[in-house]
């Protein structure tokens, strides 16, 4: 394959870096950028100094020569845009939320299958977390055993003089289960290696932003499977005094082992980020994971050559978000009950 040509559509949340450098540090080259908004283009800009903004979308659209649009559009338009893109023959990299309803869901999944493109959602805590992909590679080597249960924690910081309106909009940004928590359901269903899950309880509120209705700032998710259990919990409480955007965090428990993640800091410990702490029948081990290999990009453009499915399986990819959106579902109804 001749190197993948790619561009950027929609740059609404910051996470769309991300999204580009994984591509770029994988080997793929930045083509082109489309965004409206002249804030948001003018940043882009600066950080891609060679990279040309096209003022069409269809330019983007119409040319043979892009096989894939990344995204962090406003949430509620990703599945949109990817929808066009997979039916312009376009594979697709999207920020999470993918999508912000089950009927985008139902629609993506379609088009998806009709197309054959590959629609992949960027997991970050996940696949740009070396501690996490380290996570990944010690339950693979049965490090831990089977796994029985895992807690997946992903605190954030509000920032909220830095955020735009439409974050504080749920027909727009999703719901906090949604935006957050599919993460954590990626992650539940890639270490006990489910195919599905049956969420058991599912909660939201708003605590600390009364003059923001809309705006969820903490939520659960108790889920299960035939032989794991998960519990997930995620904020947008990080204090300011927190020296990082958020303490995220990931308890695995095996039936002979622990895996203890801490994503982003060790409290009042060890220096940086990507810590491990294995425990099994050895004793307590810390591995730092600071030099691990970010697999995800290298997959993603392997798959795209040879359309295979390495990096995330396809279903994978859409079950993180269907979990994700009946748990929302299921906290929001709860939520008008009380």
């Known amino acids: 394959m001749t190197e993948l040509r790619f561009a950027a559509v929609g740059l609404n949340h910051n996470h ?38 096209i003022a069409a979308l269809a330019q983007i659209l119409e040319d043979e020569g892009i096989g894939l649009i990344t ?20 594979d697709v990299l999207t920020d999470k939320p993918g999508m912000t309803s089950l009927d985008q869901l139902a629609k993506v999944r379609r088009i998806q299958a009709e197309t054959g493109r590959i629609y992949s959602i960027l997991y970050s805590e996940h696949f740009e977390s070396p501690a996490t992909v380290k996570a990944g590679e010690l339950v693979a080597a049965g490090a831990i055993g089977d796994v029985v249960h895992l807690v997946g924690l992903g ?13 504080f909009r749920r027909s727009d940004y999703g719901g906090i289960l949604v935006d957050i ?3 954590q359901c990626e992650q539940f269903l890639f270490f006990t290696g489910a195919s599905d899950a049956t969420i058991l309880s599912a909660s939201v509120d708003n605590r600390s932003v009364p003059d923001r209705p809309e705006l969820q700032d903490t939520g659960d998710i108790h889920l299960s499977t035939a032989s794991a259990t998960g519990t997930i919990h995620v904020n947008w409480l990080t204090p300011d005094g927190m020296p990082t955007w958020g303490d995220g965090r990931l308890f695995i428990v095996g039936t002979t082992g622990t895996i203890e993640v801490r ?14 702490f294995l425990a ?30 390495t990096a995330m399986p396809q279903e994978r ?5 269907e979990l994700a959106l009946r748990a929302q579902a299921i906290a929001e109804q709860n939520r008008e009950k009380n």
Not at 263 to 276: E, M, P, Q, S
């Open 16 to 53: 769309i870096y991300g999204q580009v450098n994984c591509l770029i540090r994988a080997g793929a080259r930045l083509v082109g950028f489309h965004e409206p908004d002249e804030a948001l283009a003018a940043e882009f800009a600066g950080v891609y100094k060679d990279v040309p903004r």
């Open 71 to 90: 995204s962090a559009a406003v949430s509620a338009e990703r599945a949109e845009l990817a929808i066009r893109a997979m039916q312009h023959g376009k």
């Open 280 to 309: 099994d029948r050895n004793g307590v081990e810390h591995i730092d994971c600071s030099g691990v290999e970010l697999p995800f990009g290298r997959q993603l453009l392997a798959d795209i050559r040879d359309r295979t499915e």
């Open 317 to 321: 990819c859409f079950k993180a978000m």
């Open 155 to 167: 605190p954030h910081r509000l920032r909220r003089e830095t955020r735009p309106d439409w974050f």
């Open 181 to 183: 928590a599919s993460h």
């Open 263 to 276: 994503k982003t800091v060790d409290l009042a410990g060890r220096g940086g980020a990507n810590h491990l």
